[in-house]
C-alpha cells in the first residue's frame, strides 16, 4: 500500500519531506526500511540561519549529495531496490536528452531544488509534452490563483501523485521566478528509482510509440 504524499511541518524542512515522498512515490509503505526515514531526517536541516540558529536555513546542497550517495550505497549494499544520482549545474535542466527526462519516463523520480520565494525543494513525478508533474510540500488549497497568470495549476486531486502542473518553460528559466530552475552553475537534483519498477531502454521506445 502506498501512502498520500505529505506536506512540511515547517517553513524549512521542503529537503527532507521531498526526499520522504520519493520513498513513499516509489515504495510501498510496507517495504521502505525504517534506516531511510531515520537518515533522510538525521542529514538534513543542516544549516544554520544568518542569526546563528540551528535548521533555520533549510538543507544544504552538501547534505543532499550525502543523503544521494548514502541511499545508492544503501540499495548497494542491503539489495533494497533504491539507486539514486546527484546532478548539479547544466546536467540539471528540462528537455531533450536531459537525464531528469529519462527519470520520469522511466518510473523514476526527481527531488530538484528550484525557487518559490526562496530556494526550495520539490519532487517531480511525471511529465507530458509541456508539462511537468510536481509535488510541491508547501500546502496551497485548491483553486489558488497565485500562479494563474504562468498557467500553473494547483491540484489536490492526485495526493499519490502530484498537487502542481507546471510549464516546463517555466522550470527552465534562469531568473528567480516561481518554480524556475535558476542559475545553470547553482542547480542541483536527486535523481531516485525503484529498480523493481524502472523502465529499461527498450521498455521506454514502447513507451513513446
Known amino acids: 500500500m502506498k501512502n498520500p504524499l505529505h506536506y512540511q511541518l515547517s517553513k524549512y524542512d521542503c529537503g527532507p519531506t521531498a526526499m ?3 520513498m513513499s512515490f516509489l515504495f510501498e ?13 538525521l542529514y538534513s536541516l543542516d544549516c544554520y540561519s544568518k542569526n546563528g540558529e540551528p535548521c533555520r536555513a533549510g538543507t544544504s546542497r552538501m547534505a543532499m ?10 540499495g548497494r549494499a542491503t539489495r533494497f531496490p533504491l539507486s539514486s544520482q546527484y546532478l548539479s549545474g547544466k546536467a540539471v535542466r528540462i528537455g531533450d536528452e536531459s537525464l531528469i527526462n529519462d527519470a ?28 511537468i508533474r510536481m509535488f ?19 491540484t489536490l486531486a492526485h495526493p499519490n501523485a502530484y498537487n502542481r502542473s507546471v510549464p516546463i518553460a517555466c522550470l527552465n528559466r534562469e531568473e528567480t521566478t516561481p518554480y524556475a530552475l535558476g542559475c545553470m552553475e547553482d542547480r542541483e537534483a536527486v535523481l531516485l528509482f525503484n ?9 521506454t521506445i514502447e513507451y513513446f510509440i
Do not use: C
Request: glycine residues 8%; negative net charge; proline residues 5%.
Open 29 to 41: 509503505r510496507e517495504e521502505i526500511p525504517p534506516e531511510i526515514v531515520r537518515n533522510i531526517q
Open 65 to 74: 549529495m550525502f543523503l544521494s550517495n548514502w541511499l545508492d550505497g544503501f
Open 20 to 22: 520522504l515522498n520519493a
Open 104 to 131: 520520469l519516463v522511466r518510473g523514476g523520480v526527481a527531488v530538484v531544488r528550484l525557487f518559490y520565494g526562496v530556494e526550495h525543494y520539490v519532487l517531480l513525478t511525471g511529465l507530458s509534452e509541456t508539462y
Open 136 to 154: 510541491d510540500p508547501w500546502f496551497l488549497p485548491e483553486g489558488t490563483s497565485e500562479f494563474s497568470a504562468m498557467d500553473i495549476e494547483v
Open 195 to 203: 529498480e523493481n519498477t524502472k523502465k529499461t531502454a527498450q521498455n
